[in-house]
């Protein structure tokens, strides 16, 4: 008889901090929404004396449970470029225009994933929201970063911060993405979101700001080429 409560406990615990995971994100979205409008609307202005319109760049990616959905950036490709490119931002690449290098620089190209926060299609702290370009990558070992809500934050998000900086120019990015540095950011999802809080979300946070900053050492690289091997 004792234990019957405790099996039930335990769907209830998820609920209880589904819906914690949930009040976190929709607060700390809208604050955010409303304390960077400022820097938004400079944003979209410079983007517009750059190159005109679009200001946003939209496109589908893999959420949670595989459910794919619209994600929003701010524009850092000239308007002319088209979709058929390579889905990966390179080390130098031609597409970025000099408002784009520094938001891609910057990470303020993410900030209209704020909206997406405030929609349930991500979470403040979750994996990478992949293109559909990578959405094989998540089978067998890897299938289980889809239970989780993808994110702005993260620990893959922060440790490959300088992501377009990894890639062999001897190989084709995008090949080396699927091989090398999706399985060693799924592996650093999981270890970390199987087991995290409130409390270790805003860590991850902190952590994500302070990279940007270059305060944080990066150790992308080394991961990276331990996955080579």
């Not at 902190?206 to 305060?215: D, H, P, S, T």
């Amino acid at each position: 008889m004792t234990m019957q409560p405790v099996a039930l406990q335990r769907p209830q615990a998820r609920a209880a901090s589904l819906l914690a995971q949930r009040t976190f994100d929709i607060l700390i979205a809208g604050a955010a929404m409303v304390l960077l409008a400022p820097l938004m609307i400079l944003v979209a202005a410079a983007l517009l004396l750059e190159g005109g319109p679009p200001i946003l760049f939209a496109q589908i990616r893999v959420g949670v449970g595989g459910q794919p959905f619209q994600m929003y950036k701010f524009r850092k490709f000239r308007p002319d470029c088209g979709t058929d490119g390579c889905p990966l931002t390179l080390d130098g690449d031609s597409r970025l225009t000099r408002v784009g290098q520094i938001l891609a620089a910057t990470k303020i190209d993410e900030l209209p994933q704020l909206w997406n926060v405030l929609r349930g299609e991500m979470s403040i702290v979750g994996p990478r929201p992949e293109s559909l370009d990578f959405v094989h990558c998540f089978c067998e070992e890897f299938e289980e970063v889809l239970q989780y809500r993808p994110g702005l934050i993260g620990p893959s998000q922060v440790v490959f911060r300088n992501e377009r900086q990894f890639y062999p120019r001897d190989q084709d990015p995008t090949q080396f993405y699927r091989d090398v540095l999706f399985p060693a950011k799924a592996k650093l999802d999981l270890a970390y979101f199987s087991h995290r809080n409130v409390a270790s979300d805003i860590a991850w946070m902190i952590r994500g700001a302070l990279a940007v900053l270059g305060w944080v050492p990066s150790v992308g690289a080394a991961l990276a080429e331990r996955e080579r091997r």
